[in-house]
């Protein structure tokens, strides 16, 4: 009955990184622009709305390269935050990129470089809310 106490665990750890991952796109996307969006009618309801509608486009684009990854971190049982930190950056840059990096040479004042900066910090924060939730345990279900 653990594996599947373990495997809705995992389910819902990645719906809720990925709303947290939601929530710091929107954020860091949306605040050089705050002032002139909330002059125009931008409140918590929209913008809750949006969050909303990120988390779950992420979580179609990014189900399969992360369940690759859940699977490798629950087989080995790694259970640190780093991993889980740095695993969600790589997977949040390969997503934007592309697993060549291409278009990573350019302006470093344009704006897709803020965008990505920002995507990257969506998924640290990500990955972190998934270790919070179920990767501290990561391979406990192995015993």
Do not use: H, K
């Not at 495997?7 to 929107?26: D, R």
């Not at 918590?44 to 909303?52: D, E, F, G, K």
Request: glycine share 12%; aromatic share 12%; with cysteine.
């Amino acid at each position: 009955m653990t594996i599947v106490a373990r495997i809705f665990l995992v389910i819902f750890a990645y719906f809720l990184a990925c709303t947290a991952a939601s929530a710091i796109l929107t954020i860091g996307t949306l605040t050089p622009e705050w002032d002139d969006l909330v002059a125009a009618g931008f409140n918590s309801t929209a913008a809750w709305i949006v969050i909303l509608v990120g988390a779950s486009a992420i979580a179609a684009i990014a189900m399969v390269p992360s369940l690759l990854l859940i699977a490798l971190t629950e087989g080995f049982g790694w259970r640190s935050i780093l991993v889980y930190g740095v695993l969600g950056a790589g997977l949040a840059l390969a997503l934007s990129y592309g697993l060549d990096f291409a278009g990573y040479v350019g302006d470093p004042d344009s704006f897709l470089v803020r965008e990505r900066e920002v995507l990257a910090a969506s998924g640290i924060v990500g990955g972190f809310v998934y270790w919070l939730i179920a990767g501290r345990a990561a391979g406990s279900w192995q015993r």
